[in-house]
Structure formats: C-alpha cells, structure tokens
Nanobody
C-alpha cells in the first residue's frame, strides 16, 4: 500500500511565504514525476508545479518566479516553496506522484490535500 501525506498549509498574509511537503511511503520501487495541483472553489484543478525524477521543473505561468518545487529522493518527498503569496493563490493544494510499486504496477497517487489561505 502506497500513500502520500501532505503538510504545511495554513493561513498567511499577502506577501508571505509557506512551504508545503508531501511524503510518499509504502511499497515503492521508484517514483517518476511528482507535482502539486491546486483547486479553488468553483474552479478546475490546475497544475501548479511539477518535477521529474531527474530534477526537471515546470510551473504554471501564474506562479513562475514565486514558487519553487524540489524533491528529496532519499525521503520520497516533494516540496513546494511559495513566496510572495497573493489572495489568488488561495486554494486546496494536492500533491501528486507517479509511482511504481515493488510488483511493477504503476499508478498516479494523490495526497489528501492541504488548505492554503492568503488573507489579511
């Protein structure tokens, strides 16, 4: 059994920073891409940032120059450093990972979600 556990969400003022973490655990053979999605009320879930197993990164245009995605392969963990947060960043954030387990079955897994609220 594989699971992703997120942490780090909360309430922050505009211009502030937060770091989200997402750790994968279980019968993991390898993890390909990992990433972060967000969903605001009434809106479609969107990709915020992704990172490949080799460290290649991609970002939504709305967060470029403000957010940084990284990963620690030894810990099976992906991070999202969010700087200069704005009210428009308010959403539930979900981590995502492309995982092959020890029986060579490949699936996309999702974290439980963590709420980020940017407000004064």
């Amino acid at each position: 059994q594989v699971q992703l556990v997120e942490s780090g969400g909360g309430l922050v003022q505009p211009g502030g920073s937060l770091t989200l973490s997402c750790a994968a655990s279980g019968s993991i053979f390898t993890i390909a891409a990992m990433g972060w999605y967000r969903q605001a009320p009434g809106k479609q879930r969107e990709l915020v940032a992704g990172i490949s197993s080799g460290g290649r990164r991609n970002y939504a245009d709305s967060v470029k120059e403000r957010f940084t995605v990284s990963r620690d392969n030894a810990k099976n963990t992906v991070y999202l450093q969010m700087n200069r947060l704005q009210p428009e960043d308010t959403a539930a954030y979900y981590c995502n990972a492309d995982i092959t387990n020890n029986w060579q079955m490949r699936k996309i897994y999702w974290g439980q979600g963590t709420q980020v609220t940017v407000s004064s």
